[in-house]
């Protein structure tokens, strides 16, 4: 049987890979599928942070990062969670692009960069939080 420890690690380690994929992508200009793993990196360690706040071990089958992080002791404001939200656009649109192509226009370089920016600072919260007893 898996620790809580090890639950949480599990997260951890594929939030990591999802973090090397989205760097992947973006060296690859597929800016589309970077902020898909963008997002799948901070569902992921909010899932960790989940998994250290919670009797159980398995975090609910969604994701939704603003409900994910809703009952969690974490520092986020107004702004953040606005942010969050946003977010949540690219696990639909990376998954089901528009055929119109409208998120490949949006996602440019520079958009896309500044994401990539911003996610790795929401990450090293989550993991300072996950980090502390």
């Known amino acids: 049987m898996m620790t ?3 639950h949480v690690a599990y997260w951890l380690d594929i939030a990591e890979k999802d973090m090397g994929r989205a760097e992947m992508c973006f060296k690859n200009k597929d ?4 902020l898909f793993c963008l997002h799948m990196a901070l569902e992921k360690t909010i899932k960790a942070l989940w998994v250290k706040n919670n009797e159980v ?3 609910p089958k969604i994701h939704n990062l603003v409900t994910l992080i809703s009952n969690l002791p974490v520092g986020f404001n107004e ?3 606005r942010w969050l939200d946003d ?3 690219f696990q639909l649109e990376g998954r089901y692009p528009d055929y119109v192509g ?3 226009k949006r996602c440019t370089k520079e958009f896309t960069e500044g994401i990539m920016d911003r996610t790795k600072k929401y990450l090293e919260c989550l993991i300072k939080e996950l980090q502390q007893k």
């Open 31 to 34: 800016y589309v599928f970077c």
């Open 87 to 89: 977010m949540n656009t």
């Open 57 to 59: 071990n398995y975090p």
């Open 4 to 6: 809580k420890e090890k």
């Open 102 to 104: 409208k998120i490949y």
């Open 79 to 81: 702004e953040d969670l």
